[in-house]
Each structure stands twice: as C-alpha cells, then as structure tokens.
C-alpha cells in the first residue's frame, strides 16, 4: 500500500514569493491535515480536511496561506507571499476514523 | 481543550538500559492517546495507540505505554534501549469523537553506546 506522498521534498525561496506543496494521501481515507514543523518542536495543525470540506482552519495564516484539497483527494498548500518565519517543515497526514495519522516525509522550506 | 506535555526535551540512556519517555494529557473527555517515532528528516511514524481497550499498549520496535487515568499519564517504555532507537519521540492526544490530534514538543532520546 502506497503511503502519503509530499512534494517537492525541498524548496528554497526568496522572500516574498510564492510557493505550494501538494499531498496525495492514502487511498481511502477521508481525513487529511496540513501541519507545520518548526525546528525542535512538535506538529502544530493548520488545517484538517474531511473529504473536501476544511473543518478546522483556525490556525491557518489566512492572509498568505491557503489550501485546498479538490474531489476530496490530493491537496495543495500553499504561501503567498512568504516570509522568512515560514521557513518550516510542512507535513501532510491521512488518517481512517480510528484516529492514528499516517505522515508523509514532509517539505522542508527555507526563505532566504 | 485537550493537550499533552511531555517532560524533558531530551533523554540519554545507555544502550541496552530502559528507556523511559513521559507523557502527561489533558482531556475532558476520554482520550485516544499516541505515540509516534520521527527519524532525521522523516515524517513521523506510529508507535503504538491507546483507544480505551487494555491499559497497556504494545507497539513496534519492542515499546509499550501504560495508560494510566488517575495520573493523566501515558508513558512510553522499552526495557532495552538500542542504537536504533535514536530519534524523537512524540506524544499526542485526541480526544474521542473528534478527529483534531494535538502533538506534545517531543523528546529527543540519545542512546549511547
């Protein structure tokens, strides 16, 4: 069974400009999550998605973030324009209803 | 509102000695509660879970957790450490019927030949 697929795995990028992630994740699960990775810290959420619907994006960034996830599969993620506070890992998770989230190996980006 | 503290950032430990990783929650209702492996640039991996079955929890690699509900504790313990088991470890809970999973600030485990 494929597991959850990021990319790119790395991104370097100015201040200021744009920049997406996308997320395929496990086949069958209808929850998916964008959560952010700040160095030496734990996964803080963003955003969680229920098939298509966003049910929790109270900790999105909504001035310069945004995400979607289309037909309640894959789903992007992405900053404009970004900062160098950005400079984070950004990790996607999928997970069936029993609870336990299946991650991806993240994208880590660095602003310059 | 749930959360989850995990006490020392880091934890060194012989190899071939136990390995003990705390974890303390908060919940108003009765948690599922997790505990997940991040490698060196890697996404995290599940360790085990606990959803209210049996108190102690067996998961990969040999670790196990024992939930414990008059402590809000939900230690992770490996009775032998080994080289490989170097990584970050994180606690995390979700409180049932609902799918937001919060994470504790992780633990560093070093394991020293």
């Known amino acids: 069974e494929a597991g959850v697929v990021q990319s790119p795995r790395y991104k370097i990028i100015e201040k200021k400009q744009p920049v997406a992630f996308w997320c395929n994740p496990i086949s069958g699960h209808n929850t998916l999550y964008w959560y952010l990775q700040n160095l030496g810290q734990g996964p803080e959420l963003l955003i969680r998605?229920?098939?298509?619907?966003?049910?929790?994006d109270s900790q999105l960034p909504k001035d310069r973030f945004s995400a979607e996830r289309l037909k309640g599969v894959d789903s992007t993620l992405k900053i404009q324009p970004a900062e160098l506070g950005d400079s984070a890992v950004y990790l996607c998770a999928s997970g069936p209803d029993t609870g336990e989230l299946f991650f991806g190996e993240g994208s880590r980006l660095t602003v310059l | 509102a749930q959360s989850v503290t995990q006490l020392g950032s880091h934890v060194s430990v012989s190899e071939g000695a136990l390995v003990l990783l705390r974890c303390n929650y908060s919940?108003?209702?009765?948690?599922?509660l997790f505990w997940y492996v991040q490698y060196p640039n890697q996404g995290l991996q599940l360790l085990l879970k606990y959803t209210s079955a049996a108190t102690l929890v067996k998961g990969i690699n040999g670790f196990e957790a024992e939930f414990k509900k008059s402590e809000t504790s939900f230690h992770l313990t490996k009775p032998s450490a080994h080289m490989s088991d170097a990584a970050e470890y994180f606690c995390?809970?979700?409180?049932?019927?609902?799918?937001?999973?919060?994470f504790g600030t992780g633990t560093k485990l070093q394991v020293i030949p």
């Open positions: 998605y229920e098939n298509e619907e966003a049910v929790d």
């Open positions: 919940s108003s209702v009765p948690p599922y």
């Open positions: 995390a809970v979700r409180e049932g019927g609902y799918q937001k999973v919060t």
